[in-house]
């Protein structure tokens, strides 16, 4: 006589466990979100702790320029990839991302960048750590390759 109930209990188990991570991927870190997608208190989780891509990435920079206001999950997803912390992706209000930015020179920083998101899921604000990070994507691409015979 076969039993019936593993089977059952498997679904039931991998049905709770992603509820567990739902649950997870609900939590904030920053505080007071307002429907309009702005933070009384933004925080940035540790990237030691939290980050499931502790490296981080080297980011394109125009499709990095490209996110603004108004950009969808999606949107963001197809310009800058998934977070890089473990946010979820679904019914979660910020994302956040280690990126590393070339200085003239070629020396890099490692960036971390935020999006809140408003109560439509829409990118609304932005935000670096540390807040000068943002200066990089004004500049000049550090290495604009040269014509040669010219």
Not at 60 to 83: F, H, M
Not at 89 to 106: Q, S, T
């Amino acid at each position: 006589m076969t039993k019936r109930l593993r089977p059952s209990l498997s679904l039931a188990a991998a049905f709770g466990a992603a509820a567990l991570l739902a649950l997870q991927g609900c939590s904030s870190p920053s505080k007071g979100i307002t429907d309009d997608g702005r933070a009384a208190q933004v925080v940035f989780p540790d990237p030691d702790k939290d980050a499931w891509r502790k490296d981080g990435v080297y980011p394109n920079l125009d499709n990095l320029r490209a996110v603004g206001p108004g950009i969808t999950k999606d949107q963001l997803y197809a310009l800058i990839g998934p977070p890089h912390f473990s946010e979820g992706m679904a019914g979660v209000r910020e994302w956040d991302y280690i990126f590393h930015l070339r200085k003239p020179g070629g020396t890099a920083s490692t960036c971390q960048f935020k999006v809140i998101f408003d109560k439509n899921y829409k990118g609304q604000s932005f935000h670096w750590l540390p807040a000068d990070c943002g200066a990089w994507l004004s500049a000049r691409r550090v290495s604009e390759p040269k014509e040669r015979g010219h």
